[in-house]
């Protein structure tokens, strides 16, 4: 019988020579990643359970990212501990403002992060790195401190879903909507427990930042990893960021999947996920009036270069429409330094929008664009639950970037070509 | 072990966004989590659940984030043991490894209302309705798991290894 991706990673890093779904392993980690907001718990445990030393400190990566540059004094405190753990640890990977970035998106550019990883992260969006062929998945604090000590962890193999992907996108057409159409299609526990793997000639023609979306958002759909595999894009990629060896892998003809779907790329349509769940998709036909109040351009999902240049595209030479507040999130300082130096901040700046240091600050509520009652967002983020960004009775409308700086103009939801 | 209480029911889906919002994830005191449990979709939620009361919820219960603290702050509003349909697997694993017990039942998630007494037996995974006099079933944890919850959670049951460096 052949294997996954997934299944070679896991076989791989559980030191044997084949593994099968359900199956239970202890494997190798490659890196252990926290925030500001989970790592504080893990290190409580880390000291709790009389840890003195981690495994590797070139392995565990600390990014304070979710309420940084501090919110409060409570957000200080965390972050503070963070740092002095890191520091009393020597910790390599330990990214505070300035050198921080959105955690997702800063490991993949840094190249900390690479082909045929075992990555566990305490963030349920760590699933992101899949997109360079790597296993990686969310976990809470606990098994972060465990990992912190012992490098290893223990995983269920989880059954793979595939989805055959043929075609390519049209214009402003990105990974966002290609994900919020599979989420729309299984369900937000289509995928409970499963990897996604996504596989056909179509992934060969979407870009790596697409990819990294895709990935992303598995975790909507319940899934405990997706993954991509490795073509000449991902390759290019890793060029100049990943400085040592990494391992491809691809699936075998006679791997085994629990289902199959094929998407036909051409089919996808500018999709958003309505209140309050990522599965209540709709396409512009079913869209009707929606007036917005405030519009978030960034996050994990759709903070990196590409995004914040689709969504400049969309809305330069034009303004804001009235009443309608617009913040622009790069997603690290590589991506904000780009952004500035390609004029891709006068577009947003110039309508009328603002640019915020990178942070994960609106997407979980945080601080930086919180909403009040009754208040509707379109954002480029993951999540649309109830309260999820602000006030219990505020809405969150999830879409593309080109679909968020489109709406930003129009004053409701809208697609770039009623940008007019 | 035996666990008994009154039952809070909650429907399909419920996140840890809702469990406890990120807005309070400034802190990591167990009590003032707990204060702030549930409180987008339930306020009284906090204020009224009792040592031993049981939540029955439907599908895909704590899906979303991986905050350790949303078991964290049911476990300490003083809950028992969760029973629901299915879970999402970050907050599964999250739950076993702080030591909040948690059991899945179609059936239980089902028939259980608000309000009713029920009895748990974590063994053997029997669920016992005194207000309805019904009996259902949910697969017990094998016994490694319920050393885990019994312990108090995964670190207090390894806590006696110092250093795992080779």
């Keep these: ?420 | 072990m035996l666990k008994q209480g009154k039952v809070y029911k909650f429907g399909d889906n419920i996140d840890t966004d809702v469990i406890i919002p990120a807005r309070y994830l400034n802190t990591q005191d167990e009590k003032e989590l707990a204060s702030y449990c549930m409180i987008d979709i339930d306020t009284a939620f906090a204020g009224n659940v009792r040592e031993g009361d049981i939540i029955v919820a439907g599908s895909n219960f704590g899906c979303g984030s991986s905050r350790e603290h949303a078991p964290i702050s049911i476990k300490a509003s003083g809950v028992s043991v969760i029973i629901a349909k299915s879970f999402a697997r970050i907050f599964y694993r999250n739950a076993i490894n702080i030591g909040l017990a948690i059991m899945e039942s179609e059936e239980a998630s089902k028939k259980i209302m608000e309000g009713d007494e029920i009895n748990v037996d974590l063994t053997s995974g029997k669920i016992v309705n005194i207000t309805r006099g019904e009996e259902y079933f949910a697969e017990p944890f094998p016994e490694f798991v319920q050393n885990i919850i019994n312990c108090n959670g995964y670190i207090n049951s390894i806590k006696k290894v110092k250093s795992w460096k080779k």
Excluded at chain 1, 42 to 47: D, L, V, Y
Excluded at chain 1, 216 to 244: C, Q
Excluded at chain 1, 354 to 375: F, K, N, Q, R
Excluded at chain 1, 405 to 412: H, L, M, P, Q, T
């Design chain 1, 1 to 420: 019988m052949g294997m996954t991706i997934t299944e070679k990673i896991m076989a791989f890093h559980a030191g044997v020579k084949s593994v099968k779904a359900d199956e239970l392993i202890m494997a190798k980690l490659d890196i252990v990643l926290g925030n500001d907001i989970t790592s504080p718990v893990a290190i409580n445990e880390f000291e709790k359970a009389g840890f003195v030393e981690v495994f590797d400190k070139e392995k565990i990566a600390l990014v304070m990212d979710h309420f940084v540059p501090c919110k409060d004094i409570k957000s200080a405190t965390q972050v503070k501990q963070v740092r002095e753990f890191s520091k009393k640890h020597n910790i390599k990977h330990y990214y505070d403002v300035g050198k921080m970035g959105i955690e997702h998106a800063l490991l993949p550019e840094l190249g900390i992060v690479k082909a045929g990883d075992m990555i566990i992260g305490a963030d349920s969006h760590t699933c992101t790195y899949g997109a360079l062929g790597a296993f990686a998945t969310g976990v809470g604090s606990t098994d972060m401190a465990v990992s912190m000590a012992t490098g290893k962890s223990w995983f269920k193999v989880p059954k793979s879903i595939k989805f055959n992907l043929t075609g390519k996108l049209k214009p402003y057409i990105t990974g966002k909507d290609v994900i919020l159409h599979i989420i729309g299609l299984i369900g937000v526990d289509g995928a409970r427990y499963c990897a996604m793997e996504f596989a056909g000639e179509g992934v060969h023609s979407m870009s790596m930042d697409d990819r990294f979306t895709i990935a992303n958002m598995v975790i909507e759909a319940g899934a405990k990893n997706g993954i991509f595999p490795v073509d000449d894009k991902t390759r290019e990629y890793m060029r100049g960021r990943v400085s040592v060896a990494y391992n491809e892998y691809a699936s075998d003809e006679d791997a085994e999947y629990f289902a199959e779907y094929d998407i036909d790329l051409d089919d996808i349509d500018y999709t958003v996920a309505f209140p309050h769940l990522p599965e209540n998709v709709k396409t512009p036909s079913e869209w009707g009036e929606v007036y917005i109040d405030q519009i978030v351009i960034g996050s994990c999902t759709n903070g990196r270069y590409s995004d914040l240049y689709n969504a400049a595209m969309v809305m330069k030479g034009h303004k804001l429409a009235e009443g309608v507040r617009c913040i622009v999130i790069p997603a690290t300082q590589d991506v904000y330094k780009k952004c500035m130096n390609d004029g891709i901040f006068d577009i947003f700046i110039d309508a009328g929008a603002v640019i915020s240091t990178p942070t994960c600050g609106p997407c979980l509520g945080g601080y930086m664009g919180i909403l009040a009652d009754g208040e509707k967002c379109v954002a480029t983020t993951n999540r649309n639950f109830i309260g999820r960004m602000g006030h219990k009775n505020s809405e969150i409308y999830l879409a593309s970037p080109a679909v968020a700086a489109a709406s930003a103009i129009v004053g409701r939801l809208a697609t770039p070509a009623e940008v007019k």
